[in-house]
């Protein structure tokens, strides 16, 4: 890196993030400060705590602000997830605050889809610590990383959960999920430097393009050291270590119960009442 995690400083709005709130909601005890431990234990503790949630999307909701104020009301206070635009603004405020030297990266998703050039609507954070590069994803979901990985060549996250990463002839890093049943490529990426009003673009398609994977059907995503949950639709898939992933169709009330009983989210009447009509009306 370069000059640019300067720049990234003056607009991350460290300054502004509740960070005993934060450590609180994600059940982090110990200190901090802008080392190698701290930044697995905030991974570890984030994604554990904090499920991925696109349901403001399917809620008659007419915008997903992205401003740190509504980022940190929504999942901070009100206890929600949030799509991996709103985590990362949480997030790389909180590494801010801290005092981490950090930019931003957009990566294109392959997982479901195996499609190598659809838009770059995943957003993460490259963070440097003594000389190395650490990728830094606590947004991605029941695929997403555990903790950090060194932002390499080959590089490799053993473990209960296995990760790797790989350099294609085209220069792009791929994250790949190692699983039983062989590797899954979840997104390819470079390290271009993305910024706030970037994400906002992707924010826009992510809510309101006819293609968004996220605007039609419920997405619930959480990572736990013992078991992986993704919801998409009514298709619930659990994945635990060294095992096959398992999915089972969910009936309605199942579905509309899944936000708080698998995922931690709760939900007021009226909302259920709008996902009921979601389901009905895909």
Same mark, same amino acid.
């Not at 460290?14 to 905030?42: E, F, H, I, N, Q």
């Given at each position: 890196?370069?000059? %640019? ?7 991350? @709005? ?17 200190? /901090? ?6 930044? !697995?234990?905030? #991974? ?7 499920? &991925? ?33 709103? @985590? ?22 392959? +997982? ?9 609507? #995943? ?14 994803? /606590? ?7 555990? *903790? ?7 590089? =490799? ?5 296995? &990760? ?6 085209? $220069?792009?890093?791929?994250? =790949? &999920?190692?699983?039983?049943? $062989?590797?899954? *490529?979840l997104y390819g990426f470079t390290t271009d430097v993305r910024y706030p009003s970037d994400f906002e673009l992707l924010n826009h398609f992510c809510l309101t393009h006819p293609r968004?994977? &996220?605007?039609? =059907?419920?997405?619930? @995503? ?26 089972? *169709?969910?009936?309605?009330? %199942? ?16 909302? +259920? !009442? ?9």
């Open positions: 890196m370069t000059d %640019e995690p300067r720049a990234a400083e003056s607009v991350w @709005q460290g300054s502004g993030v509740d960070l005993d709130a934060y450590l609180t909601r994600v059940g982090y005890l110990g200190d /901090v400060a802008p080392d190698l431990a701290t930044l !697995r234990g905030l #991974h570890v503790a984030h994604v554990d705590a904090i499920p &991925f949630d696109n349901l403001d999307a399917l809620l008659g909701r007419t915008a997903v602000p992205l401003d740190l104020g509504s980022v940190q009301e929504k999942i901070v206070r009100q206890g929600r997830g949030g799509w991996c635009l709103e @985590q990362v603004v949480l997030m790389a405020a909180v590494l801010d605050r801290i005092g981490f030297t950090f930019t931003a990266f957009a990566g294109r998703t392959r +997982i479901r889809t195996g499609n190598r050039f659809g838009p770059a609507l #995943h957003v993460a954070l490259c963070v440097e610590i003594d000389g190395e590069r650490w990728l830094h994803d /606590v947004g991605f979901g029941g695929y997403g990383p555990q *903790e950090p990985i060194r932002l390499v060549e080959n590089a =490799r996250s053993d473990g209960d959960w296995s &990760f790797d990463l790989v350099r294609e002839p085209t $220069g792009e890093h791929v994250l =790949r &999920f190692l699983r039983p049943e $062989g590797p899954t *490529e968004s994977p &996220f605007n039609h =059907r419920m997405v619930l @995503q959480r990572t736990r050291p013992e078991v992986r949950h993704v919801l998409v639709g009514t298709v619930l898939t659990e994945i635990r270590p060294g095992e096959p992933a398992t999915s089972r *169709e969910l009936d309605e009330a %199942e579905a509309l119960s899944a936000p708080e009983e698998v995922f931690g989210i709760t939900l007021g009447p009226g909302d +259920i !009442r709008t996902l009921g009509k979601t389901l009905a009306d895909p």
